[in-house]
Structures are given as structure tokens and as C-alpha cells.
């Protein structure tokens, strides 16, 4: 059954830093997702992707945060200068479009666990 | 703005046992979609059931069931003979049906225990 990647599973920075978390979406979903989950906390969405351009962000998708389609696979997340309070798990999720309630149903990969220090 | 409430931040059942978990949700629109996610100790989010707010009839999966009611705004999860690997966070999430790719909104998520 296809399934979402994710790479690093785990990631830990330097605070300052710059981090890519990368993803590789369902083969042929057309819309990508990122959420974080702070420990403890429930799941926040932070932008969503489609036609190689961002449709949705949230008020967490700072200038510090940038989203792109390298390939006709990869879907990535920088943060472009990490701080202490985004040590959180980022789960990217795809989609495979729209008409209906299978195909606007969102898939979840694993998951990255990044710690900045 | 659609908000989702789980109001058991915790709950535990007997194997073998039934256990229901709580979701009310506020939302103005009447086209909607109503997930719940199953999140291990791994952490991975596990589609556990969906459910389409145009539908009446309550979405089933093996031992997952729901009760959806619409004018209420409530959509519980049932876990019939529950097992060990049930335990587990689970979170319920809402969707708009507006567009292709409307964000999920969660609630704050029940930690179910599995008492053998």
C-alpha cells in the first residue's frame, strides 16, 4: 500500500541553524500538507501546497519557514533559522485531490521529531 | 473558525471491553468531513475512520465504529473488544469540504489505556 516518507525520523540542531525536512508524498496525490505537534500538544497545520505554489498557511508559517517541490517527488520544509520553540514532531500529509471523501482524505507519513538545542 | 473538543484527556478500558471516546465539534458549514486518527507511541498518525456529514449512516471499520450526530455536532468513537494495540492518543480532526485541500483541524487528543 503506498504510503508517505518522511526523512530525517529524527533531527537535532543548533538553535540558529537551518534545517530541511523532507518528504516524498504519496505518488500521485497532488495536494501537500505540513503540520507540527508540539509535545504534549495536538496537532497544528502549518501550510498546505498545491500546483507547486502555497494554497493555505497558518499564523506559525513565519518568514522563518519556507515549502518546496524540488522534484516531481519531493515535497520539502526549511526552517530557515531555528529556534528553541520549534522542537517539535513536523508530519507532512498528502492528498489526492478532490471528488470525494477517499480522494480529500489526508495520509500521514511517520513523522520528523526535531530537537533544536 | 471550526474548533474540535475531546474532553477525555484520558481513558482506559479492559481488553476485551468496549470503550466510547468523545468529540463535539462548532462549525457553521454543513459540508464537512469527520476524521479520527489513531497516534501510537511511535507517534505516526493512523487513519482510523472517516466520516461524510452528508451521510446519515455512521461509518464502521472491523471494531471501529461511529455515532455521528449532525444537529448535535457530537462524533464519537467506539472501540469494540478492544485490544493491547489499541493503546494509543486519538485524535479527532474536522475537515471543510470547500476545497481540496483544506487543512484538518484537531482536538487536543484521548489517551486510551488498555488494561489486560
Known amino acids: 500500500e503506498p504510503e508517505v516518507t518522511q526523512t530525517p525520523s529524527h533531527q537535532v540542531t543548533q538553535m540558529g541553524q537551518e534545517v530541511i525536512l523532507r518528504c516524498v508524498p504519496i505518488?500521485?496525490?497532488?495536494?501537500f500538507y505540513w503540520y507540527r505537534q508540539i509535545l504534549g500538544q495536538k496537532v497544528e497545520f502549518l501550510v498546505s501546497f498545491y500546483n507547486n505554489e502555497i494554497s493555505e498557511k497558518s499564523e506559525i508559517f513565519d518568514d522563518q519557514f519556507s515549502v518546496e517541490r524540488p522534484d516531481g517527488s519531493n515535497f520539502t520544509l526549511k526552517i530557515r533559522s531555528t529556534k528553541l520553540e520549534d522542537s517539535a514532531m513536523y508530519f507532512c500529509a498528502s492528498s489526492a485531490g478532490t471528488g470525494g471523501p477517499l480522494q480529500e482524505t489526508q495520509y500521514f507519513g511517520p513523522g520528523t521529531r526535531l530537537l533544536v538545542l | 473558525a471550526q474548533t474540535v473538543t475531546q474532553s477525555q484527556p484520558e481513558m482506559s478500558v479492559q481488553e476485551a471491553e468496549t470503550v466510547t471516546l468523545s468529540c463535539t465539534y462548532d462549525t457553521s458549514e454543513s459540508d464537512y468531513y469527520l476524521f479520527w486518527y489513531k497516534q501510537p507511541p511511535s507517534r505516526q498518525m493512523i487513519l482510523v475512520i472517516r466520516?461524510?456529514?452528508?451521510?446519515?449512516q455512521n461509518a464502521t471499520e472491523n471494531r471501529f465504529s461511529v455515532n455521528f450526530q449532525k444537529a448535535a455536532k457530537s462524533f464519537s468513537l467506539k472501540i469494540s473488544d478492544s485490544q493491547l494495540g489499541d493503546a494509543a492518543m486519538y485524535f479527532c480532526?474536522?475537515?471543510?469540504?470547500?476545497?481540496?485541500?483544506?487543512?484538518?483541524?484537531f482536538g487536543k487528543g484521548t489517551r486510551l489505556s488498555v488494561i489486560a
Open positions: 466520516q461524510e456529514a452528508y451521510k446519515q
Open positions: 480532526a474536522y475537515r471543510s469540504q470547500n476545497s481540496g485541500n483544506t487543512p484538518l483541524v
Open positions: 505518488s500521485n496525490h497532488l495536494y
